[in-house]
């Protein structure tokens, strides 16, 4: 008898990391906290321009700004109307001076022993860095200062120089332009950026200090929850000093959200959501101006910042995953490219673990939601990540409540199936919100929306995140919909 208590001891042991792990997941993102979105906290952004995409229309011609060719030659000033090639994508080098990018990414300069604009390098200096100077009676009246201390005119449509010497702002000057801001990107490289190294790190520290305290953790225990995904920046792993503009501290918080996690009972899923060059261009991956760059020349120093984290968290007992990518975008990110990725990442958690799940995130855009299937099914303790919102489709924009439900218990319920094979990997909705389109809806509309919810994600092997516990639009906040009555885990 004592010989089978022993081997039964053993195999327990032996699997107790595996039925530590509760499946599926209730689950809430983090969102804002260490990777931060200016449409999470407003507060945070007010008064940065970074990241801004801006156009400029001369007084004089009525014509705008515009990188011919969308780069590699020189500017001019003959189109009557803005587009991609007449959009400029600001780089804040000072409060006062940015840096030029263009549609085909290169930077507007000087040409080397003259004063004729063009868009042709692919690097900044002194030469790309030029000074925007404001109108103090019209803000959106401006003058291009260079580097040669002249301002940019358009003395013609097909001349752009940067040789006038005057400081009017007659209309007639062919050196003011009116600046329309376009769109403005408000993530991390924006925050810290436009805070600039004296101010960012107390800011964030503040931040990361008060958005998420213990008590949350204790708040999400207490009403149903048992994981939280974290999402990250790839800077974590530079900690305590990550390249500019980022600061240090992050690390710190995310080590708190482990300890907090095993006080209350709870997982931590952590998710690398911004890497280097951005897998989708949107603010929250950590971008500078909009572009997706992220590609197979950086793979290496993004499984780098994953076998940190792995190396760092594997023998922590509140690890449950570790995420490798959030939202990667087709067709800006090649699916084989993607995989090779996936294939590092997943050795590079698993050399430190071989409990800790790793999850995978399916494409955002024209992809098959199946195109990662065959090669997870090949490894151990994977998970594919997909996103359910009835939100940023054309489609969901005329659906009454009704309407918006049906979708949930018909197509989600279809597309969930898809995704689900009997011997593949575990499905996770990582992401979800009691948010729609829908304008008026009652209360109990949006009980009936978040239940439904609840009733087809709870479905997924893996479990389900919502997204996300704290934000300054209220049914976007877990905590808020808890606490007012409108979800009930």
Same mark, same amino acid.
Do not use: C
């Given at each position: 008898m004592a010989c089978y208590i022993l081997i039964f001891a053993l195999l327990f042991f032996s699997w107790a990391p595996f039925l530590a792990l509760a499946q599926p997941f209730k689950a809430v993102n983090l969102g804002n906290w260490l990777v931060t979105e200016g449409w999470m906290k407003p507060s945070l952004y007010d008064g940065i321009p970074d990241g801004t995409q801006v156009q400029f229309l001369s007084t004089k011609l009525q014509k705008y700004l515009s990188s011919e060719n969308g780069g590699g030659t020189v500017l001019v000033a003959n189109r009557p109307s803005a587009s991609g090639w007449e959009?400029?994508?600001?780089?804040?080098?000072?409060?006062?001076h940015f840096n030029l990018r263009v549609f085909n990414k290169q930077f507007v300069g000087l040409e080397d022993q003259g004063n004729k604009v063009t868009a042709v390098s692919d690097t900044v200096g002194n030469s790309q860095t030029f000074q925007i100077i404001r109108n103090n009676d019209d803000r959106n009246l401006v003058r291009l200062q260079a580097s040669n201390g002249q301002f940019i005119q358009a003395s013609s449509e097909t001349v752009v120089t940067a040789d006038h010497v005057g400081s009017g702002w007659n209309d007639s000057d062919p050196s003011v332009f009116k600046m329309t801001i376009v769109s403005s990107l408000q993530g991390e490289y924006q925050l810290t950026?436009?805070?600039?190294?004296?101010?960012?790190?107390?800011?964030?520290? @503040?931040?990361?200090?008060?958005?998420?305290?213990?008590?949350?953790?204790?708040?999400?225990?207490e009403n149903g929850l048992d994981a939280v995904r974290i999402p990250v920046g790839w800077w974590i792993a530079s900690d305590p000093t990550p390249p500019k503009p980022f600061v240090g501290g992050s690390l710190k918080a995310l080590d708190n959200a482990f300890t907090w996690a095993q006080k209350y009972g709870m997982k931590v899923i952590v998710d690398l959501h911004g890497v280097q060059g951005s897998q989708n261009g949107n603010d929250h991956s950590g971008t500078r101006d909009g572009y997706q760059e992220w590609g197979e020349s950086n793979i290496q120093e993004t499984v780098a910042v994953i076998d940190f984290l792995?190396?760092?968290?594997?023998?922590?007992?509140?690890?449950?995953?570790?995420?490798?990518?959030?939202?990667?975008?087709?067709?800006?990110? @090649?699916?084989?490219?993607?995989?090779?990725?996936?294939?590092?990442?997943?050795?590079?958690?698993?050399?430190?673990?071989?409990n800790a799940y790793v999850i995978l995130s399916n494409r955002l855009g024209p992809a098959d939601s199946k195109e990662l299937l065959s090669f997870a099914?090949?490894?151990?303790?994977?998970?594919?990540?997909?996103?359910?919102?009835?939100?940023?489709? @054309?489609?969901?924009?005329?659906?009454?409540?009704?309407?918006?439900? @049906?979708?949930?218990?018909?197509?989600?319920?279809?597309?969930?199936?898809?995704?689900?094979?009997?011997?593949?990997?575990?499905?996770?909705?990582?992401?979800?919100?009691?948010?729609?389109?829908?304008q008026g809806a009652s209360m109990q509309d949006y009980q009936n929306f978040a239940k439904a919810q609840l009733d087809v994600y709870g479905r997924a092997t893996f479990g389900w995140a919502y997204w996300a516990y704290q934000c300054a639009a209220n049914h976007w906040s877990l905590k808020w919909m808890i606490e007012n009555n409108y979800i009930k885990l």
């Open positions: 959009t400029f994508r600001l780089w804040r080098f000072n409060e006062t950026n436009g805070y600039g190294p004296d101010r960012a790190p107390q800011v964030l520290q @503040d931040h990361w200090n008060s958005y998420i305290t213990e008590e949350d953790f204790r708040f999400m225990s792995a190396e760092r968290y594997a023998n922590k007992p509140g690890l449950a995953a570790i995420e490798l990518m959030n939202e990667p975008t087709a067709p800006g990110i @090649d699916l084989d490219t993607l995989k090779k990725y996936y294939q590092a990442g997943y050795d590079a958690v698993r050399k430190h673990s071989e099914s090949g490894l151990k303790r994977v998970v594919i990540d997909v996103h359910y919102y009835n939100l940023f489709s @054309d489609s969901f924009n005329s659906m009454n409540p009704q309407q918006n439900i @049906d979708y949930i218990y018909n197509q989600r319920v279809s597309a969930l199936a898809t995704v689900t094979t009997t011997n593949g990997p575990l499905i996770f909705i990582g992401e979800w919100t009691g948010e729609w389109a829908v």
